[in-house]
């Protein structure tokens, strides 16, 4: 087994979904282990002193903690069905996301980062950001960015439709 391993970043997404399936299968291939880290996000409003504030905070950051966890427990799942050794890491900072996953990347020796895309397009990354682009910029090794299944399928109906079209006017 190498030394290097592949660091799979997830949210429990659908696009993280087909980005663990991917990870995994190259980790197999290489025979190396996979380190699948997920990042919480604490809740927005964590500043604010209204009365029952704490309480409401308390109970997202359990969500969250579950949500990741559960995410966690998924990708290594998969990771051990298919022969492959898993480490999960539950990241929770202050720092962006894209940076928690880059430095632990970077701190693994890693030899490759797996993240899902959304494909929210233009506007969504606006309002949402983009982890994998963030990630692409940030890290210290090759990045693969893995659409979720629909937006893999987008561009081949495209081409058919273009070419049902062509068919017609020919």
């Not at 996000?41 to 559960?70: M, N």
């Amino acid at each position: 087994m190498t030394t290097k391993p592949i660091v799979l970043a997830t949210d429990g997404s659908p696009s993280a979904a087909e980005a663990t399936l991917e990870a995994v299968e190259l980790a197999r291939a290489l025979g190396t282990q996979l380190v699948v880290v997920a990042v919480d996000h604490p809740p927005l409003f964590a500043g604010t002193g209204s009365y029952g504030y704490a309480e409401l905070y308390l109970e997202l950051r359990k969500a969250e903690r579950t949500r990741i966890e559960q995410a966690l427990e998924q990708a290594c799942a998969v990771a051990e069905e298919a022969g492959v050794t898993c480490e999960p890491i539950h990241a929770s900072d202050e720092l962006p996301v894209a940076t928690q996953i880059q430095r632990l990347a970077q701190a693994k020796n890693a030899q490759m980062i797996v993240v899902g895309a959304h494909g929210w397009g233009a506007v969504g990354r606006v309002l949402h950001g983009s982890v994998s682009n963030a990630v692409v910029h940030e890290a210290h090794c090759p990045v693969l960015v893995v659409p979720s299944a629909g937006l893999a399928e987008q561009p081949v109906e495209a081409l058919d439709s273009a070419v049902r079209v062509r068919e017609t006017v020919s």
